[in-house]
């Protein structure tokens, strides 16, 4: 069991190499991308891991002190108490959308709870990958911390190691294959999976502001990520000024949209192609297609404009898979009850996003709907608050970790 001591300076060094290498993380995950904003992932990927490694560091003494628990009369005069205790050897398999946070933010927390820790990143973004090898493999030694490359067979093997434990952030349908394989050797397993995140735009919302968050989450790394609102619900006499309002704040943030780098490419050419099939589909379903920026000028440079369908048929693609790209569905409601009956008809959220200004209402959709996380009148922010658990509910995950949640 590492003393505070080492594991601080384990997290010290985890911070000067993020802090070291920031201008090459920048510089390899555009690269991987085609383009990426500097600007995302400076926020996303250096200053996530580095606050993730200092609140760890913070709090170390509290998490490390052994806890007294209350002991029952009949038990009397024995004490108890819970003593932290590391598991052993922590495997985190990352995903491609974030691949140094994602890949970092989860090894902090093993090392923080004195485990040692083995990291497979995705084969999707092979610079950053190599990058992550390099900069790891400097910083610690192997016995502690070790990255293992590789493409999909190495990853399938990386699964059925008799891991302590094991994170894996990606799909629903890998993280089934992901925890087919960890049961076999009983692996306790944490899975940040995904599914289809609803943002519900209430009558009482203030509908630009909403409008804003809802353009920013959904075009933020163009829309891959695993907390991006996926379709949104607003109320139906207000659908038509919903979508021009998302539509508008979208240009306001993206005035050269077909310029810009700091608009974000689509990791891969299948990945685009399935984006692009999944609008063409909705659009010969008769749905009505509002674009923010030009196919001419996005689709060579592997990027999508900002694509909103208008009650798409429940029947196609964007409607049933994970979107994962700058496509959003919007769809008109009756009624709050109806908004919640259309979130509880599908599969439990990763994320639940609600705008409004009517409490009452608010506190009817906390309680009536499921999901592993929310914010109120804004996207995305939760993700980003280290003392709360991030994690799934259903096929949208299961377990937690960030903050003292991860500290197993």
């Not at 630009?208 to 829309?223: C, D, L, P």
Request: with cysteine; charged share 20%.
């Amino acid at each position: 069991s590492p003393s505070r001591e080492t594991r601080a300076a384990r997290l010290d060094a985890m911070i000067a190499a993020v802090e070291a290498n920031e201008a090459r993380i920048v510089r390899t995950i555009a690269e991987d991308f085609g383009t990426r904003a500097a600007a995302e992932t400076l926020s996303a990927e250096v200053i996530m891991s580095i606050a993730a490694a200092r609140m760890a560091k913070k709090h170390l003494g509290k998490w490390m002190r052994p806890r007294k628990a209350p002991t029952p009369l009949y038990l009397k005069p024995a004490r108890s108490q819970v003593i932290p205790q590391p598991l052993g050897v922590v495997g985190v398999i990352a995903p491609w959308n974030y691949p140094v946070q994602l890949a970092l933010t989860p090894a902090i927390a093993a090392l923080a709870a004195g485990n040692r820790v083995m990291i497979k990143p995705s084969a999707l973004t092979p610079r950053t990958r190599e990058l992550l090898k390099e900069m790891l493999s400097a910083a610690f030694e192997e016995s502690v911390l070790a990255v293992v490359t590789g493409g999909v067979e190495t990853g399938a093997a990386f699964t059925r190691v008799p891991f302590d434990h094991l994170l894996f952030t990606g799909s629903t349908a890998i993280g089934r294959k992901v925890a087919e394989e960890a049961a076999k050797n009983l692996t306790p397993v944490t899975l940040e999976l995904g599914g289809k995140s609803p943002a519900i735009v209430d009558a009482s919302a203030d509908l630009a502001r909403a409008a804003r968050s809802i353009a920013h989450g959904k075009t933020y790394n163009a829309g891959q990520t695993c907390v991006a609102p996926d379709y949104v619900l607003a109320p139906r006499d207000r659908l038509d000024a919903t979508v021009e309002a998302i539509a508008a704040a979208a240009r306001d943030l993206y005035p050269e949209i077909d310029t810009t780098p700091d608009y974000t490419s689509i990791v891969s050419d299948r990945h685009f192609a399935r984006l692009a099939s999944m609008v063409e589909e909705a659009r010969a379903a008769g749905a009505k297609i509002v674009e923010v920026g030009s196919q001419n000028a996005l689709h060579p440079r592997r990027k999508l404009p900002l694509t909103l369908i208008v009650e798409p048929p429940a029947t196609t693609r964007v409607m049933q898979e994970e979107i994962f790209g700058p496509v959003l569905p919007v769809l008109p409601v009756d009624s709050a009850d109806d908004a919640i009956d259309r979130v509880n008809a599908g599969e439990r959220p990763l994320a639940l996003y609600w705008f409004g200004d009517d409490r009452a209402t608010q506190d009817k959709v906390l309680e009536r709907t499921v999901s592993g996380g929310v914010t109120i009148n804004d996207t995305l922010m939760h993700v980003a608050q280290e003392n709360l658990p991030f994690g799934g509910v259903g096929k949208s995950g299961m377990g937690a970790y960030h903050g003292e949640a991860g500290f197993v």
